[in-house]
């Protein structure tokens, strides 16, 4: 395995502490995982209510889900209003660029209240699925 790919591994490893040192301004520029995530798979985790919750607060173009949430903003046109790096650090999270906001943080396990033991020093996602989500927002462009 390459350096690169070495570094990817051990940081997807060692996971939401190290986070925090791969922000550069409003994004996460890099991978948490080092590759690409699957739109496809990005897509269903959005859609499903049981993983995601995305649409609980969100509306997206996603018309065989009924009850889409307006708490937030729509999901359509995500991939033209922000690159790839801001979607990332919005999903690991949000309240890094808005303190106020009642997204829940995806991948971050630390400053966290009133968490069910059985979820404690885990993440709602794992890095291969963020970069699913972000594969998947990155190509809501209208």
């Not at 690991?92 to 303190?99: Q, T």
């Not at 991948?107 to 069910?116: E, I, K, M, N, P």
């Not at 033991?117 to 998947?136: C, G, H, M, P």
Request: with cysteine; glycine share 10%.
């Amino acid at each position: 395995m390459s350096r690169p790919g070495l570094l990817a591994a051990a940081l997807a490893l060692a996971a939401p502490a190290a986070v925090a040192q791969q922000i550069v301004g409003d994004a996460i520029p890099a991978s948490l995982t080092g590759q690409p995530g699957d739109a496809a798979r990005g897509r269903a985790i959005v859609a499903n209510r049981g993983v995601g919750l995305c649409l609980l607060c969100h509306s997206g173009p996603i018309a065989e889900e009924r009850f889409q949430g307006d708490l937030a903003p729509s999901l359509a046109g995500a991939g033209s209003r922000w690159s790839e790096g801001q979607l990332r650090l919005r999903i690991v999270d949000g309240a890094r660029l808005n303190a106020d906001t009642i997204m829940p943080p995806y991948y971050r396990t630390g400053g966290l209240q009133r968490v069910a033991r059985n979820f404690q020093d885990k993440t709602i996602l794992s890095a291969a699925q963020v970069e699913d989500v972000v594969a998947y927002l990155a190509t809501l462009k209208d």
